[in-house]
């Protein structure tokens, strides 16, 4: 699967469904797979495959910000420096300077670089945010159809251009420019730097995720290079791959193979993204359903079938970004009357990535076994049953500052479950979690006991066992735990399940 259909409204008996009167919608985060993009990096080009492909209509209107010279401690003047890139290459010849080639019918001026989004990629993440205003403004009243304060908004995104383009053109079809205040200001995004980015797995930064990362690896390649499934591919496109002049290739397909299988997939998967008859089609044999499937169950488990067989590939993967989902869930359900910045905003929107996704969706137990398609997105929503009041105030004055009432105990967040009070596990009471991945709830394996879910319905994981849950993955220090056990075995003597 490379692209999802457009997202169409819920139906009132659908909505009614999902969204039962008995509770109350408080939070939402979002994490979004960026859109449609061209392929990051050259493959198959002895094939005649294009590298570099005219999908960016928008590289006709680049804009620039340039800052003009003025007086000292005045505010610099800035102003809009249009312009068009015009891509060149080396003649074959001499060494002259000629037009970058594309395909017929197609412009210059259109391409796309390695890994950008393009103009599906843009379409599909603004209809995204087009079917979350649908959804949490028009149908369920849970955001005001005009934004007039950043405070409801919490944005962030990974470094990478695509991510980052995908979410602002998302939050552009969440509140397009006619329904935002004209004094609301820029809107704030944040990233972390590389060596901090929780948002994927990130073994470049946490040296002992790297080493689970690749023994994983090395197990999928024993898995499947052998496989049935590899000789079916390799009985379809195995002529295109042995007539490779490059002698660093692969005449086969395998995991660790060059061109690898998840680069294959990856190139087949962004070339169908842009249209049965766009010029940067593969030669018939690779949209072979036995070659897709193939090639994503060879994805499937050299990226994410470890996060559902190793307690500690979990942690160091999907443990940082889950604790903070966890914990501003519990911060909104202990915060009265959303008074602090973190609690007041409504929707968390997330760009990031597959791995993002498929990582969480197996470390949770709750994935469908495919590879997560662009534009994507898990939805993770917090409830509070109509019959449950909101937090109360903490005691004020002297008496409560010195600890005489009140209990003065650290705020629950990512406090683990085993060491809060039972006041402070109370106000977990009656607040639910749901997920939904590309608007299909989910269930969570340990959410399925009696007493851990909405009574009728498994998906409603009850806020205290879903932060229990998310606490046996969260690591107490990341940075910290990621350079414990260097050398160890990597791979559990037996599956550790995920869910629980």
């Known amino acids: 699967m490379t692209s999802i259909s457009p997202p169409t409204p819920y139906s009132p008996t659908e909505l009614a469904q999902l969204y039962p009167s008995s509770l109350s919608l408080l939070k939402v985060h979002v994490f979004l797979r960026h859109g449609e993009r061209a392929i990051i990096k050259p493959r198959l080009e002895h094939l005649g495959h294009p590298q570099l492909w005219p999908y960016c209509t ?129 809107f704030e995004i944040r990233q972390a730097a590389r060596g901090h980015e929780t948002l994927f797995p990130n073994g470049d930064a946490c040296p002992r995720l790297k080493q689970l990362m690749q023994a994983f690896a090395k197990r999928a390649e024993l898995r499947w290079d052998s496989s049935p499934a590899a000789d079916r591919v390799h009985a379809h496109i195995g002529k295109y791959m042995a007539a490779s002049p490059n002698p660093g290739d692969s005449p086969r397909i395998g995991v660790n193979s060059k061109p690898s299988a998840l680069g294959i997939m990856d190139s087949i998967n962004a070339t169908r993204a842009n249209g049965t008859t766009a010029a940067t089609r593969l030669p018939k044999e690779f949209y072979h359903p036995d070659v897709i499937s193939a090639l994503e169950t060879a994805g499937l488990e050299e990226w994410f079938t470890m996060y559902a067989d190793s307690a500690e590939a979990r942690r160091l993967a999907a443990g940082p970004m889950l604790g903070d989902i966890a914990a501003d869930l519990a911060h909104v359900a202990e915060t009265p ?82 060491e809060l009070s039972a006041a402070q596990k109370a106000l977990l009471d009656g607040h639910y979690v749901r997920i939904r991945y590309n608007d299909r709830p989910v269930t969570v394996p340990g959410c399925r006991a009696e007493g851990k879910h909405l009574p009728g319905d498994e998906t409603f994981c009850t806020l205290s066992a879903f932060k229990e849950i998310v606490d046996n993955m969260t690591p107490k220090q990341w940075k910290t735990e990621c350079m414990m056990n260097l050398g160890a075995p990597a791979i559990p003597p037996k599956p550790e399940p995920a869910g629980f």
């Not at 080639?101 to 393009?118: A, S």
């Not at 929707?347 to 137990?365: E, P, V, W």
């Not at 495919?370 to 449950?388: C, D, G, K, Q, Y």
């Open 337 to 418: 009357s959303r008074t602090t910045a973190t609690a007041a905003a409504k929707i968390a929107l997330n760009g990031c990535h597959d791995t993002t996704l498929g990582t969480m969706l197996y470390s949770l137990g709750a994935s469908d076994g495919r590879w997560p398609p662009f534009t994507s997105h898990v939805a993770i929503e917090l409830f509070r049953a109509a019959s449950t009041p909101a937090a109360k105030p903490p005691p004020t004055g002297l008496l409560a500052q010195l600890g005489l009432v009140g209990g003065a105990t650290r705020p629950i967040q990512r406090t683990p479950m085993a």
């Open 58 to 186: 928008y590289s006709r209107h680049m804009r620039s910000i340039i800052t003009h010279p003025t007086a000292a401690a005045a505010t610099p003047a800035e102003s809009d420096l249009h312009w068009q890139r015009k891509l060149h290459m080396l003649s074959a010849t001499d060494d002259s300077h000629v037009p970058y080639p594309v395909p017929p019918n197609t412009l210059r001026e259109d391409i796309c670089g390695f890994g950008m989004l393009t103009d599906a990629g843009r379409a599909s993440t603004y209809a995204l945010g087009a079917h979350l205003r649908q959804l949490y403004v028009t149908s369920l009243g849970f955001l005001p159809p005009k934004l007039s304060t950043q405070t409801l908004l919490s944005l962030r995104s990974t470094d990478v251009p695509r991510a980052l383009d995908s979410l602002q053109h998302t939050v552009s079809g969440l509140y397009p420019p006619a329904h935002r205040a004209p004094d609301l200001g820029p």
